[in-house]
């Protein structure tokens, strides 16, 4: 799908692999550090979207939302749709690899009212991510809880300790992302061969171990346990079990500033962690859908893949994989924090944020944006708070994460397409199929954002109530009024610090 073209705005042909002259044409001096090679861009989504993590989270719900049927078949047509939207949006990241991503294409992609246009992508990025750290960490915890509550009877799990392990797992991933790139690069590379290696794991272990196997046509089977008698509408809502596990890989487009050759190695990154996500979640998905054995007693447990691993494996070896699925989820979290760090880095850096000044410096130390990494911890800390009263609480408050993200993915791919012509196509670019495969993106996004917000489960109360719509207009809502009471007139979008020879002298060296 990629095709070399002329090179956008930020430079020309001989500038188009110089990552400082492309930096200083966007009007910004080089401040961190640019440590991240090729596999280490690719690392930090591939580890972000975690097949391992997403699946194993959000299984249970597959299984009575369709079945086996949407879980296999689901997987591979969303899948189909993620690399849509991820391959419109690698060609915005070739155009412009800065760590501002998503809300500064925005920005520089709008024909007018580039400072709302810019204002509301940033804002439903930043509480994307910072909800989808918040709601990785919860995982983890609560995994982290199952395998002690396996490994001791007498443990009993409540919501008071989830948050407490929850805060202590963002904290220590605050405390990784505060020590150099270099170690942040290093954890994620060790997190590919973790995912890959447990990925074998666990699907050699299923394929082996157990006595049974369901027969090759169990694929096709279809379960509607949601309480909706309409069978359509059930296994649509299945369709998110693969849409929560895709997220997060704009982390790639928010790495560039830090990545060499960042015109062509953030649009690969981004690409290729779909690409390998989607391959390798659909052979853990089909190892886990043989394995069932009694499919209802399943289906209504407390932690389907758990009981399907106790069923097949026995206990010793169900406690050795949830190991596995806990550390992904770790590595998942912190993936995701640094993603974050950097989108709050450059959001500050045009003064979008309250204590802008604050939040983009750099440690000269560290070379890392220490203060902008416990800004996140702090938000994420916030969100997971809730949790300690009320699990519906937290679910409405981090249930925006999904629908923050992929609305934020989907503005600078439109605005990118209704530029026409007039965008300028970096070296890695979608040639003839930009257009298409941008409107296919743009399209599905709408869609699965409208699945996101409605019922789940019959009958709604307030405790299994789907609070994203509320939650998703809550953000929209702050954001629209802070812009314009004061933001509209202080903020206009990317701001650029000078001509590319000015900048060059306030790189840090």
């Known amino acids: 799908m990629t095709a070399p073209g002329r090179r956008t705005g930020p430079g020309k042909d001989s500038a188009a692999f110089d990552d400082d002259a492309t930096l200083h044409a966007m009007g910004y001096p080089r401040k961190l550090t640019r440590r991240f090679q090729a596999f280490d861009n690719f690392a930090i989504s591939f580890t972000i979207i975690n097949i391992i993590s997403g699946i194993f989270s959000s299984f249970g719900f597959g299984m009575n939302a369709g079945g086996p049927r949407i879980l296999v078949f689901g997987w591979i047509g969303v899948s189909v749709m993620v690399l849509f939207i991820g391959a419109a949006m690698a060609e915005v990241a070739s155009a412009y690899p800065t760590s501002g991503a998503l809300y500064f294409s925005a920005g520089k992609l ?95 272990t299923l394929v082996v171990m157990p006595d049974d196997h369901q027969s090759a046509s169990f694929v096709t089977h279809f379960a509607n346990n949601t309480g909706f008698t309409n069978g359509i509408y059930g296994g649509m809502l299945g369709l998110l079990v693969t849409s929560w596990t895709f997220t997060g890989f704009d982390g790639s487009f928010h790495m560039s500033e830090e990545t060499v050759r960042a015109t062509v190695n953030a649009p690969k990154g981004i690409t290729r962690s779909i690409g390998y996500s989607a391959i390798t979640g659909l052979i853990l998905m089909l190892a886990l859908v043989y394995s069932i054995h009694d499919y209802d007693r399943v289906a209504g447990s407390s932690a389907p893949p758990v009981q399907i691993l106790i069923d097949g494996l026995g206990m010793g070896m169900a406690k050795f994989i949830l190991l596995i699925v806990i550390g992904s989820m770790l590595f998942c979290g912190l993936a995701n924090l640094t993603s974050n760090t950097r989108q709050i880095f450059a959001f500050s850096r045009d003064g979008a944020m309250p204590g802008s000044r604050w939040w983009h410096s750099v440690s000269p130390r560290t070379r890392t944006p220490v203060k902008a990494v416990w800004l996140a911890v702090a938000c994420s800390l916030a969100l997971v708070l809730p949790g300690w009263w009320s699990h519906t609480a937290f679910t409405a408050i981090v249930s925006v994460n999904v629908v923050g993200l992929f609305l934020a993915y989907a503005v600078p791919v439109f605005l990118r397409l209704r530029l026409g012509d007039e965008f300028q196509p970096g070296p890695w670019n979608l040639g003839r199929w930009s257009k298409p495969v941008g409107w296919v993106a743009v399209a599905w996004i709408l869609a699965s954002s409208v699945l996101f917000m409605l019922p789940q489960v019959s009958p709604i109360t307030g405790d299994n109530f789907n609070y994203a719509s509320i939650a998703l207009a809550v953000v929209l809502t702050v954001a629209t009024v802070w812009w314009f009471a004061t933001a509209r007139r202080r903020f206009q979008g990317p701001v650029s610090y000078g001509r590319p020879d000015e900048v060059a002298a306030m790189d840090l060296v």
């Open 110 to 204: 709008a024909k007018r009212h580039k400072g709302a246009w810019s204002w509301y992508t940033g804002w439903l990025n930043f509480v994307g991510q910072v909800g989808g750290t918040a709601a990785t960490g919860y995982a983890a915890a609560t995994f982290i809880q199952a395998f002690v509550a396996l490994q001791w009877d007498s443990y009993r799990p409540t919501a008071e300790q989830t948050v407490l392990i929850t805060a202590l797992i963002i904290v220590l991933q605050g405390l990784a992302n505060t020590y150099t790139v270099q170690l942040v690069a290093v954890l994620n590379r060790i997190s590919v061969w973790w995912l890959l290696i447990g990925l074998v794991v666990i699907v050699s």
